[in-house]
């Protein structure tokens, strides 16, 4: 049975519940986001498995998660991202921001999301578990997907990209 970490709204950790039951009763819980990027500067994309408990064969970044303690959030993820795609690389954690997204199964994701950034080029395996699919994509072939297409992506996907882009026009000195 897996945890997550409630917490308030400025991400102090309240307690501890299960999983499913968070999403049920939609109560606020942290996770975090993973954005890596290729040395062209496209993003990896993973289009989720169709078993997933939500938004099965929706695209999304490389991986997310729940981290299941507040010991060491960059570790946890880059365990995660290893489990979910087959590699791990130095990330980042870049910002975080709140969403509140209700499904049609009656789940609803209240997460506090911390946005994790990393760069890799080598080779992705990801779980057939975990991903259907995956690829690497331009800044711009994902505005223009994102405005075709938006049923295709992940709700937390099209809250997070823009605040990816205002974050790294900003951090580029």
Not at 12 to 33: N, P, W, Y
Not at 39 to 59: D, E, N, P, V
Not at 105 to 127: F, R
Not at 145 to 153: E, F, N, V
Request: aromatic fraction near 10%; proline fraction near 3%; charged fraction near 20%.
């Amino acid at each position: 049975m897996q945890q997550v970490i409630l917490v308030n709204e400025n991400d102090v950790a309240i307690g501890m519940m299960d999983k499913m039951e968070a999403h049920q009763k939609g109560l606020l819980h942290r996770a975090f986001s993973i954005f890596i990027f290729n040395k062209k500067g496209q993003l990896l994309l993973q289009q989720r498995a169709l078993t997933k408990y939500h938004s099965g064969g929706l695209w999304a970044n490389a991986c997310c998660g729940h981290p299941q303690t507040n010991l060491n959030m960059l570790d946890e993820a880059s365990q995660r991202l290893q489990e979910e795609m087959g590699f791990t690389t130095p990330l980042i954690n870049a910002f975080s921001f709140t969403y509140n997204t209700h499904f049609s199964n009656g789940l609803t994701e209240h997460e506090y999301d911390h946005v994790l950034i990393g760069k890799y080029d080598g080779v992705v395996m990801p779980s057939e578990k975990e991903v259907k699919d995956y690829c690497f994509m331009s800044v711009n072939q994902i505005n223009a997907a994102l405005q075709l297409s938006p049923q295709k992506y992940c709700s937390w996907f099209k809250i997070a990209f823009p605040k990816l882009l205002d974050y790294l026009a900003t951090s580029r000195q």
